[in-house]
């Protein structure tokens, strides 16, 4: 359903401005946690399996506090569960810069990446909520925000560590998280628990509508992750890139993205979700059939960029349809959703790694599209993104 313009709130809010920022802060911790694994591991005498293996940890963490933070929304509401996550998330880039022991290491990481997936389910249940209000779409540019502040944490935290050291890096990081949380906390929405009486079941959904939107979330993230860890790889041993020139995969596919991301709500607005998804479903595998096809890397790269027009509002609009199944406490189908969705990006890339040592990674690239054929299949089931179903519910 498009947007009426007549009931929708206008397109910035006090509210969209908080769970933005809570977006942005989020992602800026995992991007300054990305320069931050080379020193890691040398002062833990990882090697690279034992680093892997950390590295798991981290989203083992997000998988295991995902459904925890997601049983808590219905009881606390995500304006709260948000607050803990995050306030409680502010000091650990300091500590994984002075834990000196493995042991340590992997309970900081755990709790790291725990508190980042808890704060991922409770933030998105809030742009659900804030969405709902305003009767406008705005999970896209959320997404579009937490891109930007892995950008940012990753592009300053070289830098940083250059001149200010890893742990003086990680206090000037946690300071501008703090900063970021005091402005951003107060504006978020507050969406007050239900009563017992009224509100909606906080078990493990019995229901197919939040597994099946799970489906859709996981088969649009893994070709993400397969873009993220192997798109370099790609081009550099089975395209004959430069190594200069094969980072640039992975580039296009981020700008588009990002870009898309931003402007997704409006098209989601004008177009309704379903349409949306199925146009970047078809846009999709169409630059992943370019890609696996594609003769040299100028011919992937744009290939790429297609795959990140195409994948940027897929999950955007997963969540939003998540959050708003009728007769569900949001917290709890968000979380069914994000810990199969984001299982996509943190398992997947390993499966793909011993299939492309046996297959090549162009021929991943071209089956890569099946995955996104049943996300073409089940994307009826992004009216319940549309705001007559939130305002329905």
Same mark, same amino acid.
């Given at each position: 359903?498009?947007?009426?313009?007549?009931?929708?709130?206008?397109?910035?809010?006090?509210?969209?401005?908080?769970?933005?920022?809570?977006?942005?802060?989020?992602?800026?911790?995992?991007?300054?946690?990305?320069?931050?694994?080379?020193?890691?591991?040398?002062?833990?005498?990882?090697?690279?399996?034992?680093?892997?293996?950390?590295?798991?940890?981290?989203? *083992? %963490?997000? &998988?295991?506090?995902?459904?925890?933070? @997601?049983?808590? =929304?219905?009881? +606390? $509401?995500?304006?709260?569960?948000?607050?803990?996550?995050?306030?409680?998330?502010?000091?650990?880039?300091?500590?994984?810069?002075?834990?000196?022991?493995?042991?340590?290491?992997?309970?900081?990481?755990?709790?790291?990446?725990?508190?980042?997936?808890?704060?991922?389910?409770?933030?998105?249940?809030?742009?659900?909520?804030?969405?709902?209000?305003?009767?406008?779409?705005?999970?896209?540019?959320?997404?579009?925000?937490?891109? *930007? %502040?892995? &950008?940012?944490?990753?592009?300053?935290? @070289?830098?940083? =560590?250059?001149? +200010? $050291?890893?742990?003086?890096?990680?206090?000037?990081?946690?300071?501008?998280?703090?900063?970021?949380?005091?402005?951003?906390?107060?504006?978020?929405?507050?969406?007050?628990?239900?009563?017992?009486?009224?509100?909606?079941?906080?078990?493990?959904?019995?229901?197919?509508?939040?597994?099946?939107?799970?489906?859709?979330?996981?088969?649009?993230?893994?070709?993400?992750?397969?873009?993220?860890?192997?798109?370099?790889?790609?081009?550099?041993?089975? &395209?004959?890139?430069?190594?200069?020139?094969?980072?640039?995969?992975?580039?296009?596919?981020?700008?588009?993205?990002?870009?898309?991301?931003?402007?997704?709500?409006?098209?989601?607005?004008?177009?309704?979700?379903?349409?949306?998804?199925?146009?970047?479903?078809?846009?999709?595998?169409?630059?992943?059939?370019?890609?696996?096809?594609?003769?040299?890397?100028?011919?992937?790269?744009?290939?790429?960029?297609?795959?990140?027009?195409?994948?940027?509002?897929?999950?955007?609009?997963?969540?939003?349809?998540?959050?708003?199944?009728?007769?569900?406490?949001?917290?709890?189908?968000?979380?069914?959703?994000?810990?199969?969705?984001?299982?996509?990006?943190?398992?997947?890339?390993?499966?793909?790694?011993?299939?492309?040592?046996?297959?090549?990674?162009?021929?991943?690239?071209?089956?890569?599209?099946?995955?996104?054929?049943?996300?073409?299949?089940?994307?009826?089931?992004?009216?319940?993104?549309?705001?007559?179903?939130?305002?329905?519910?």
């Amino acid at each position: 359903m498009k947007l009426d313009r007549k009931t929708a709130a206008p397109v910035i809010t006090r509210e969209r401005i908080g769970v933005s920022l809570m977006f942005l802060m989020n992602g800026f911790y995992v991007g300054a946690w990305a320069p931050k694994i080379p020193e890691f591991a040398e002062r833990l005498s990882l090697n690279e399996t034992r680093l892997g293996l950390m590295i798991l940890v981290f989203g *083992l %963490g997000s &998988l295991v506090f995902m459904p925890i933070a @997601g049983s808590q =929304i219905p009881r +606390l $509401g995500s304006m709260k569960v948000t607050r803990i996550a995050s306030i409680m998330l502010t000091p650990l880039l300091i500590l994984l810069s002075i834990v000196s022991e493995v042991w340590e290491a992997a309970i900081v990481i755990f709790l790291f990446g725990g508190l980042i997936g808890a704060m991922d389910v409770a933030m998105n249940a809030n742009a659900v909520a804030t969405e709902r209000g305003m009767r406008r779409a705005i999970m896209s540019s959320c997404h579009a925000f937490w891109s *930007l %502040g892995g &950008l940012i944490g990753s592009a300053t935290g @070289g830098v940083l =560590i250059a001149h +200010l $050291g890893v742990l003086g890096h990680s206090i000037a990081a946690t300071v501008g998280g703090a900063i970021v949380l005091v402005i951003g906390l107060p504006m978020l929405l507050s969406d007050l628990p239900e009563k017992s009486e009224t509100a909606p079941k906080r078990g493990l959904p019995l229901t197919p509508l939040p597994w099946l939107i799970g489906v859709v979330a996981l088969f649009s993230m893994v070709p993400e992750g397969a873009v993220i860890d192997w798109s370099a790889l790609y081009l550099r041993n089975e &395209l004959n890139a430069s190594l200069s020139l094969s980072g640039f995969a992975f580039a296009a596919f981020s700008m588009t993205m990002a870009a898309m991301r931003f402007a997704g709500d409006v098209v989601r607005d004008r177009l309704g979700a379903v349409l949306t998804m199925r146009l970047c479903g078809i846009i999709a595998i169409i630059g992943l059939v370019i890609a696996g096809l594609a003769p040299s890397p100028y011919v992937a790269i744009p290939g790429f960029a297609l795959a990140g027009i195409g994948i940027s509002n897929m999950v955007p609009i997963a969540f939003s349809a998540a959050g708003n199944l009728p007769g569900m406490a949001p917290g709890v189908a968000l979380s069914v959703v994000t810990v199969m969705g984001y299982s996509g990006i943190l398992v997947a890339p390993s499966v793909i790694g011993f299939v492309a040592n046996h297959v090549g990674l162009g021929v991943v690239y071209l089956t890569l599209p099946g995955l996104l054929l049943v996300v073409l299949l089940l994307s009826s089931l992004a009216r319940y993104a549309e705001q007559d179903h939130a305002a329905a519910k």
